[in-house]
């Protein structure tokens, strides 16, 4: 999408709010995709609002970060129990804006990954919202500008 390619690995499955899942031993572990952190753009900021061991539902506040274009709060991605997070991010949360499908995951959790997408499922999700990024991103660019 638009100029900057965003690599999408296919080894794993992808959510319909821009992380990926992949298996674990115990559960799955989740990130932000390549196309998350561009339209974030340099996350600064990461706190958990829940514990290690806790139940979550899908879609549930787990914490929040702060980027260079948004203050967001983090939604689990499926229902589950979070087995545990990326320590090294609360220090340096560097790690997902360079390597976010490696040293840059957010937390490992157990659960049912239904309803997440393939690599193909999940590009084909991106093109049909892809106009309606484009709108955001222009009103963005507009506020900012009116400022």
């Known amino acids: 999408m ?17 992380m990926w899942c992949k298996a674990t031993d115990d559960g799955y572990r989740f990130g932000f995709t390549a196309y998350a952190v561009r339209l974030m753009q340099d996350v600064y ?16 506040p787990i914490g929040f970060l702060e ?14 129990t979070v087995l545990r997070f990326n320590p090294s991010l609360l220090n340096d949360p560097s790690a997902i804006n360079v390597d976010g499908y490696n040293a840059g995951w957010l937390f ?6 239904v309803g997440t997408l ?5 590009r084909d999700f ?5 106009e309606h990024t484009q709108r ?5 660019v507009h506020e900012t500008e009116d400022e």
């Open 136 to 140: 955001l991103l222009k009103k963005q």
């Open 2 to 18: 638009g100029k900057h390619p965003a690599p999408l690995p296919g080894d794993r499955r992808y959510c319909r709010n821009h």
């Open 45 to 60: 900021f990461l706190e958990w609002s829940v514990d290690a061991g806790a139940a979550v539902a899908a879609r549930q």
């Open 108 to 113: 490992d959790l157990s659960g049912d990954p």
């Open 126 to 130: 991106l093109t049909a919202g892809w």
């Open 67 to 80: 980027s260079s274009k948004a203050q967001s709060e983090l939604y689990a991605p499926l229902a589950g």
């Open 118 to 122: 393939d690599v193909h499922e999940y």
